[in-house]
């Protein structure tokens, strides 16, 4: 139960991920979520998260023979991982009265300090058969699914905390899908003194992406229809674009604290919603979630602080570079077996590796490496061998992104006939578990999307604290991590430099990434191990100490809460 002494803060959020164990996520959004919840345990900040249960998950990637992408159902049991509370709320959604209950998880922070995350779950007796469905999965469905989803997350959420006892000091939304949060603030105030400004101050709202798709618009008509009287025509007037009620505008007219999740995405968020004040609090990954084994074992040994305290790991300058070299074999291996496994490729520990996991969708550009294969095979011919891995899914009605999943799993069957010099793979159904092999195991993490369409970012973070240098567009947090040569490597222009283009040709880019790996990255690699060792060093020292959960628990913390 909570503390009647503390105020806490409410984390809303669509998706959580915490562990492969409970698949309610997707992808970045969740385990940003997740990290941040986790870091708030680990500094014994007094925070309840807030989710959807999501009891069929986002959904189980299959590839079929011909590369096509089949979703299925996942099947997990919350039962065996959460626990049931007792309390009920209730939301009325297109005037059907909707039971909502919750299924509780504990995070237990490295101080022994627990935040609790609560799941809301409609598949309850008495619910109707398309009601019992509303948290069955994430993203899924048509509109009107989503409509009913958000009410319960939003809505029901705020129910919830009520119903147990909770005394909430901020509301803080991780992106709109939790913004009808703000309605039900705003009607327990109507019938008393209505002080917008003191909802306002009780809000917190986080934008993720400048992707149109990603701000949630709804037809007003249906709109109207589904959420009832639940929301005032007045609020409904100050939220519509293009004719559409925009979720993302009604948390931004709702809070008195607005941020971007890096400085770069920031510039983007204002230039899109240029009359409201927004901030920038670069996102950061969960230090001892996305560590390997390997290299916990050596941060202990050097670094007995880390864990806490990942500003520390700066010192790892001093640690022995066999040490991190043979860390970082040790890892491969693991991933290497993985692959060889899953597809019998063939895959050796010793040749350079390549690792490209993201979101298949057609800005995040995952086939650019693909461009030109024929150029690919004459850099490794010069160079030495190439191991390409992808992994990823597509959301299931993002055509394009389906059609770059079979695009670069048929150019992988193509090009792994030849037995030549270059091997690609791409791994169904990526997860928290393999992901936390990939970023640990690959020896370059490849990361390019379209600017300025990558808000943030998280995976090259990840590799970081591993001692896995990134190539990337200089968009989203690269633009602050990034030192050439250094801490990895840019691709592309610096939007500093003289003529700079927003969208250069992808061509320009694509050479650029072939020029690099033939030229620095992989004669680096094979041919000068003391320096390569030093670019891992780098990278943990000044980008794994900086841009950890932690560090933006802390700003959330002094810029959003106080």
């Avoid at 919350?78 to 509370?85: D, G, I, R, S």
């Avoid at 005037?95 to 598949?123: A, M, S, Y």
């Amino acid at each position: 139960m909570p503390n009647g002494d503390k105020e806490y803060i409410a984390y809303f959020s669509m998706e959580i991920g915490i562990s492969h164990k409970i698949p309610t996520y997707s992808g970045g959004l969740g385990m940003l979520a997740g990290d941040l919840l986790k870091s708030f345990a680990d500094m014994r900040i007094p925070v309840v998260g807030i989710t959807l249960l999501n009891e069929k998950g986002y959904f189980l990637q299959e590839i079929d023979a011909e590369g096509n992408q089949i979703e299925k159902p996942v099947q997990w049991s919350p039962a065996e991982q959460l626990t049931l509370l007792p309390n009920q709320v209730i939301v009325t959604i297109e005037g059907r009265e909707v039971k909502i209950r919750c299924w509780k998880l504990i995070i237990n922070g490295l101080t022994h300090h627990q935040v609790p995350v609560l799941f809301l779950d409609t598949n309850i007796e008495g619910n109707s058969e398309y009601d019992r469905t509303l948290t069955s999965f994430l993203y899924g469905g048509d509109s009107a699914y989503r409509l009913c989803q958000e009410m319960v997350l939003g809505i029901g959420g705020v129910r919830m905390l009520e119903s147990l006892g909770y005394s909430i000091r901020k509301y803080h939304m991780n992106e709109g899908h939790a913004a009808l949060l703000t309605v039900e603030l705003y009607r327990r105030n109507f019938n008393e003194s209505l002080d917008i400004e003191a909802i306002k101050d009780k809000c917190v709202f986080t934008t993720h992406t400048p992707i149109a798709a990603g701000h949630d618009k709804f037809n007003l008509d249906m709109f109207r229809h589904i959420t009832g009287n639940s929301v005032p025509e007045s609020v409904i007037a100050e939220s519509i674009t293009d004719g559409k009620f925009n979720m993302t505008l009604l948390g931004l007219n709702f809070s008195r604290y607005i941020n971007g999740v890096a400085i770069r995405h920031g510039e983007v968020t204002r230039e899109m919603f240029p009359h409201y004040h927004i901030d920038s609090i670069t996102n950061g990954v969960h230090p001892a979630t996305w560590t390997s084994s390997n290299f916990k074992s050596i941060f202990d040994k050097h670094l007995q602080e880390w864990g806490m305290d990942p500003y520390s790991l700066r010192y790892v300058l001093s640690v022995p570079k066999e040490e991190i070299w043979n860390a970082h074999f040790e890892a491969k291996k693991e991933l290497i077996n993985e692959v060889n496994e899953r597809t019998g490729a063939g895959f050796h520990e010793l040749r350079f590796t390549i690792g490209c996991a993201r979101r298949f969708t057609p800005y995040k550009r995952p086939d650019l490496i693909l461009y030109d294969v024929e150029r690919l095979k004459r850099v490794a011919a010069i160079v030495g061998d190439i191991q390409i891995i992808f992994a990823g899914k597509a959301h299931m009605k993002d055509y394009a992104g389906k059609a770059l999943i079979k695009k670069v799993i048929t150019i992988a069957k193509n090009i792994n006939k030849e037995n030549g010099k270059v091997k690609i793979v791409f791994l169904e159904n990526y997860d928290i578990s393999l992901a936390r092999k990939m970023v640990a195991g690959c020896d370059i993490w490849l990361n390019n999307p379209q600017r300025p369409l990558e808000a943030s970012g998280t995976s090259g973070m990840k590799a970081a604290l591993n001692g896995v240098p990134q190539i990337s567009t200089l968009d989203g947090w690269w633009l602050e991590g990034h030192i050439e040569n250094i801490t990895g490597w840019s691709l592309g222009p610096h939007p500093n430099d003289p003529g700079f283009n927003i969208d250069p040709d992808m061509v320009d880019e694509a050479n650029d990434l072939y020029t690099k790996l033939e030229s620095i990255i992989i004669p680096t690699f094979y041919g000068n191990r003391d320096k390569w060792i030093e670019i891992m060093r780098h990278c943990i020292a000044i980008n794994a100490s900086f841009f950890n959960s932690y560090r933006m628990a802390q700003q959330y913390l002094t810029n959003a809460y106080q």
